[in-house]
C-alpha cells in the first residue's frame, strides 16, 4: 500500500469511527403495526435493541397534546430522545402547523420534516412546495427546532431536465434539512455521495434504507436489509459525516423476510459491523 492509499484508508477508517458518535433512531415506520398494537411494548424493545432514539411518523400529527406528552414520557423513561417527526404535507398550512409544531415541541423533536408533498407535477407547485417548506422554518427558528424535506425517488426524476429536489435545495433556505433517503436516492439512479457533497451542511438526517438494484419488481429492492444491498455505505457514511453535517442516522425498513422488530435489530447489528 502506498502513502498515499494509505492516509486516504485511514481518513475513511477516522470518518467511520466518527459516525458511531452519532445517534442512531429508528424510523417508527418499520415497526408500524406493532406500535399501533402496543407503543409502550414497542418503544421498550427498541431501546433494548440499541437504538438511541426514534422519528415519529403520520399519525402523531393527528394526535391530542395528552398522547404526545404521554410519549414523550415513555421515551424519556426508556432514555432515548425523538429525533424528529414525519409530517404530512397537508399540515403545512398557516391553519394547521401551529397545532404540529406543538406536538413536536411536547414530544421533544428537534426537525418537523415533510414526509411527502403530495401530487406535485410542475417546477412551479415545487417552488410552492419550498415556500411551504420556508414558511415553517420561520415558525420554527425562534423555538431553535428546524424543518425539512424527505425524498423519495420521485423527487430525482427530472420535470424536463430539472429535478424537483433541485429546486427545493435551491428554493430554500440553508436551515432546511434535506434528509436524504439513500435508498430511493439509489433506485433513482443518482449517486446519493454527490448528492451530499455538492449539498454541504444540508443532510443533518438520514434514513438509512439499503435496496438492491436487478430484481424483476424494484420495490423488491428495499426487502434487503441494511448492508445486504446496493449501496456503497462505507463512502455514503464517510460523505454524511465529513460533508453533509449529518447529526444522526435513521434506520428504515420497508419489510424484509423477517419480522418487523427483528428486521429492525438485524439492521442495526449490520449498521455497527460496518462502523466497527
Known amino acids: 500500500m502506498d502513502r498515499r492509499t494509505f492516509l486516504a484508508a485511514g481518513a475513511a477508517a477516522s470518518l467511520l469511527e466518527g459516525a458511531m458518535k452519532k445517534p442512531i433512531g429508528l424510523e417508527l415506520y418499520s415497526v408500524r403495526d406493532e406500535l399501533a398494537k402496543d407503543m409502550a411494548g414497542t418503544l421498550k424493545a427498541v431501546a433494548k435493541m440499541g437504538y438511541a432514539g426514534v422519528e415519529f411518523f403520520g399519525p402523531y400529527a393527528d394526535w391530542k397534546p395528552e398522547q404526545a406528552k404521554e410519549a414523550r414520557k415513555m421515551l424519556d423513561d426508556l432514555g432515548m430522545k425523538c429525533f424528529s417527526a ?15 409544531i406543538d406536538l413536536n415541541v411536547t414530544l421533544g423533536s428537534r426537525y418537523m420534516i415533510m414526509s411527502s408533498a403530495g401530487r406535485v407535477e410542475s417546477l412551479d407547485g415545487w417552488k410552492g412546495v419550498a415556500a411551504k417548506l420556508n414558511m415553517a422554518q420561520e415558525k420554527l427558528k425562534p423555538l431553535k427546532k428546524s424543518t425539512g424535506f424527505h425524498n423519495h425517488a420521485l423527487e430525482f426524476k427530472p420535470i424536463g431536465d430539472i429535478r424537483p429536489m433541485d429546486v427545493l435545495a435551491k428554493e430554500t433556505t440553508k436551515d432546511v434539512v434535506l434528509q436524504l433517503d439513500v435508498g430511493t ?7 446519493p455521495v454527490a448528492w451530499i457533497n455538492s449539498h454541504p451542511g444540508r443532510i443533518k438526517s438520514t434514513h438509512l434504507k439499503d435496496w438492491k438494484s436487478g430484481l424483476k419488481d424494484p420495490h423488491d429492492g428495499y426487502r434487503v436489509l441494511f448492508g445486504e444491498g446496493s449501496a456503497d455505505w462505507k463512502s455514503i457514511v464517510a460523505a454524511l459525516v465529513k460533508t453533509g453535517g449529518v447529526e444522526y442516522m435513521l434506520i428504515e425498513q420497508e419489510g424484509s423476510a423477517f419480522p418487523a422488530m427483528e428486521t429492525a435489530e438485524k439492521c442495526l447489528v449490520n449498521f455497527k ?4
Open 86 to 100: 414525519h409530517t404530512g404535507g397537508k399540515y403545512f398550512t398557516p391553519e394547521l402547523i401551529g397545532r404540529v
Open 273 to 276: 459491523k460496518l462502523v466497527s
Open 185 to 191: 436516492c439509489i433506485e433513482a439512479g443518482t449517486d
